[in-house]
């Protein structure tokens, strides 16, 4: 084979590199938070199992209400609480269309706040992954305490830790 094609076929190949499960998951987590109404915070979770996705969720306002990023937040203790947060609404999503998601992995951009573990933990769901770290540093020991296994993804979706 000549150079050249040596060459052509090997950036062939690089191009068609296929993105691993949770790089997968996590960039559609990161498309499903440019749906977020609060401007303060793009979220974007996702849950699935057997590499099927489950449910999706992003922060935004209640349903029919107007969006905190047009008529204002509503500010308690520095956070915008008009919203519910992604991670809440992918759960939501699933109860409302009667989805098991017992045993189930959720991505989210960013670490789950206190309220949304407890949710999560409740929920049944086994593993946590997530982009950047969000406020809450309890829910490393708790997490442990309950069995669920919490990762890291950098950006691009690999893991960190
Ligand atoms: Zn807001
Ligand atoms: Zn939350």
Redesign the pocket.
């Known amino acids: 084979m000549s150079r050249l094609a040596m060459k052509q076929k090997r950036s062939r190949k690089e191009k068609l590199k296929r993105a691993g499960w949770d790089e997968y998951f996590m960039n559609v987590a990161k498309v499903v938070s440019s749906r977020s109404t609060c401007d303060r915070k793009f ?1 974007g979770a996702l849950v699935m199992r057997d590499k099927t996705i489950l449910s999706t969720g992003y ?1 935004g306002s209640v349903r029919k209400l107007e969006h905190c990023s047009e008529i204002g937040h509503i500010m308690e203790n520095g956070h915008c609480v008009a919203t519910i ?4 609404n992918a759960i939501i999503q699933a109860a409302k269309n009667g989805v098991c998601i017992d045993g189930a992995t959720i991505y989210t951009t960013a670490s ?6 407890k949710l999560i933990a409740n929920s049944g769901i086994k593993r946590i992954c997530f982009g950047e770290f969000y406020r809450d540093e309890r829910i490393f020991e708790i997490a442990g305490k309950l069995g669920i296994e919490l990762v890291k993804l950098s950006v691009a979706g690999g893991k960190t830790q």
Do not use: G
Request: glycine fraction near 0%; proline fraction near 8%.
């Open positions: 979220v922060n947060h992604a991670e809440a789950p706040c206190w309220s949304c573990f």
